[in-house]
């Protein structure tokens, strides 16, 4: 079993910037394919970011060059670091994990692969 809880949303201004952090707990085997979702409102879930084991990242299109995911396995933390916010990028944001994926690279998972999930933080960008 593994325990996800995110932190580090909030109400920013366009052109702002957050950093979102997953604490990770129980089982921290590092060989977890790691990710970032998002929910609009009204939306599906979609994946924004995802790093493997060998700490290869990769980004939706729409987010590429202002979102960087990463990992301290040491601190069992998973990170978003968000710059240049744009309204469109206010949903809910969460953090995900599964253990032993075929592939783990965004384009080739989705929502339904993954199965523990931490609760959620919220991002709102106003203009």
């Known amino acids: 079993q593994v325990q996800l809880v995110e932190s580090g949303g909030g109400s920013v201004q366009a052109g702002g910037s957050l950093r979102l952090s997953c604490a990770v707990s129980?089982?921290?085997?590092?060989?977890?394919?790691m990710a970032w979702f998002r929910q609009r409102s009204g939306k599906e879930r979609e994946g924004v970011a995802a790093?493997?084991?060998?700490?290869?990242?990769t980004y939706a299109n729409s987010v590429k060059g202002r979102f960087t995911i990463s990992k301290d396995n040491a601190k069992n933390t998973l990170y978003l670091q968000i710059y240049s916010l744009e309204p469109e990028d206010t949903a809910m944001y969460y953090c995900?994990?599964?253990?032993?994926?075929?592939?783990?690279?965004?384009?080739?998972?989705?929502?339904?692969?993954?199965?523990?999930w931490g609760q959620g933080t919220q991002v709102t960008v106003s203009s």
């Open positions: 790093i493997d084991s060998d700490y290869y990242a």
């Open positions: 129980g089982n921290t085997d590092s060989s977890y394919c």
């Open positions: 995900a994990a599964e253990a032993a994926m075929p592939i783990c690279v965004l384009g080739g998972i989705s929502a339904v692969d993954f199965g523990f």
